[in-house]
């Protein structure tokens, strides 16, 4: 975004200056020498609790190299500003997705679904790269990027509605008892993105921490905007006080054939872990 005149931009933000120079070289978690606006850094150091760990990590040249060619056409900075969703996806619906990781189940569900526009939001540097070069490879259309804090993005710049679908695929689980306010859904997650969420909207959960499966079951259950699409259980053996004797678990649902297997849920399966999907239906 360009400087305006009562806003200087620094020399580090200069024009010239490469897009992956400029997200690289960012405070963590924040891309503030891409975007200089003052509101934007009083809203990304406010003083509430983070759902996410900032990584940036080193990108590979093909990383960079996507960031340089296609981000000033496919990026956005998550800085306040109001969306129009129309100017980015045409009259395609949207579906909001955070924390896409690397980016390969993006690629693989925008290639499968060009009808439907997907935001992409992340704080990860070189998985923005990642992805740039993927929807390169697949010719995708249909994917925007968003760097930064999603709950800035969804409380400051979309409006109420906009929104045909959320996905959040195996976020970061926070394990540890004093850490669990950290994790992205709960009450108040919702309380923000439900009113983004257009009737007949598709909220998508994914996870492989079964003690985070069942806060967002509950926490997804306990809303009437919400319908659960398969209260009759996912057909599991994950063995708990509420399996029923067929081995399904009530409320979770069958893995479905769009969601490709993750990087993060092969490495959860390894482990032993247990993959749940949640499917609900805004009313």
């Known amino acids: ?61 093909a990383q960079a190299g996507a960031l340089d060619r296609n981000w000033d056409d496919w990026g956005l900075a998550i800085d306040g500003s109001p969306l129009d969703l129309t100017k980015l996806f045409g009259e395609l619906p949207v579906t909001l997705e955070i924390g896409f990781g ?7 569900m925008a290639a ?41 993005l969804l409380r400051d710049m979309l409006v109420d509605g906009c929104l045909a679908g959320l996905r959040v695929y195996f976020a970061d689980p926070w394990p540890k008892p004093k850490h669990h306010k950290r994790r992205l859904v709960q ?38 905007e919400l319908v659960n699409l398969h209260p009759e259980g996912d057909g599991s053996a994950w063995t708990d006080e509420e399996r029923r004797a067929d081995g399904t678990v009530p409320g979770y649902a069958p893995r ?14 390894a482990k032993g872990h247990v993959v749940h999907d949640l499917l609900f239906r805004k009313v």
């Open 187 to 224: 009450a108040d997650f919702l309380d923000l993105v439900l009113p983004r969420l257009a009737p007949g909207a598709l909220v998508h959960c994914a996870t492989d921490w079964e003690p985070y499966a069942e806060q967002m079951l509950d926490v997804l259950s306990a809303r009437p």
């Open 112 to 152: 499968a679904d060009p009808a439907m526009g997907i935001l992409a939001a992340d704080v990860h540097t070189p998985g923005h790269g990642n992805l740039l070069n993927l929807l390169e490879q697949s010719g995708a259309q249909n994917v925007r990027l968003a760097a930064g804090d999603a709950i800035i």
């Open 1 to 61: 975004m360009t400087a305006t005149a009562s806003t200087p931009q620094p020399a580090a933000q200069a024009p010239a200056t490469r897009p992956s120079a400029r997200l690289s070289a960012a405070p963590a978690g924040y891309p503030a020498p891409m975007y200089p606006h003052r509101a934007t850094e009083e809203q990304h150091s406010e003083r509430r609790i983070r759902s996410f760990q900032p990584r940036r990590g080193r990108m590979t040249p």
């Open 256 to 269: 479905p054939g769009w969601r490709p297997v993750t990087k993060f849920e092969r490495a959860g399966l």
């Open 102 to 108: 690397m980016g390969e189940t993006t690629a693989a």
